[in-house]
């Protein structure tokens, strides 16, 4: 890839960032919406994909080939419930993004206790960043939906960064 052409990607990626990213500050519950809907669809064509394979795979027999279509089916109904309350999957999103970075921080600010022994320097920075991690988790497993918002809202403030400084380098570049 020659530097100019690499250049006019940095260039074409920030925009792109900048513009989704102004999206999801400015429309947060309709760009939830958006990836509902995409999910839905991923769901749903999973499960067809699923029930296909199932029935033209040789290989599964009796309960594996009935298991693996009833699987398919459950993929199938999962993203049929998305589009009948847009909605509602709107705001799951924002549930589920909550919930699974407050586990992660959790997780996080556990393993960081569990390996502070082990270091010689900086004990007490990663004490602190420990810290932030379990007050960060418990927080966000509290109040899910208000916590995913808002990190669906960082999500865009950090997108409109990201382009501005693809965009910088583009004109540097």
């Known amino acids: 890839m020659s530097s100019n052409s690499l250049r006019y990607f940095m260039g074409i990626d920030g925009l792109v960032a900048i513009i989704f990213g102004l999206l999801v500050v400015v429309l947060p519950t309709d760009t939830a919406t958006v990836a509902a809907a995409i999910i839905g669809v991923m769901m749903v064509a999973s499960g067809l994909f699923k029930i296909v394979h199932a029935i033209k795979n040789t290989a599964l027999t009796g ?42 921080w959790l997780f996080e600010g556990v393993i960081q206790f569990s390996i502070i022994s082990r270091l010689v320097d900086h004990q007490s920075w990663l004490s602190f960043s420990a810290v932030l991690h ?15 918002a808002l990190l669906w809202i960082w999500l865009g403030v950090s997108l409109i960064v990201l382009g501005v400084y693809r965009l910088l380098m583009f004109f540097r570049f």
Do not use: E, R, T
């Not at 379990?134 to 995913?148: D, H, W």
């Open 63 to 104: 309960w594996n080939k009935i298991g693996a279509s009833l699987l398919g089916f459950f993929y199938i109904l999962a993203g049929l419930i998305i589009f009948i309350n847009m909605h509602v999957a709107s705001v799951s999103v924002f549930m589920v993004v909550g919930l699974m970075v407050g586990i992660a």
């Open 134 to 148: 379990l007050i960060a988790g418990v927080l966000l497993m509290a109040s899910p939906l208000f916590g995913g």
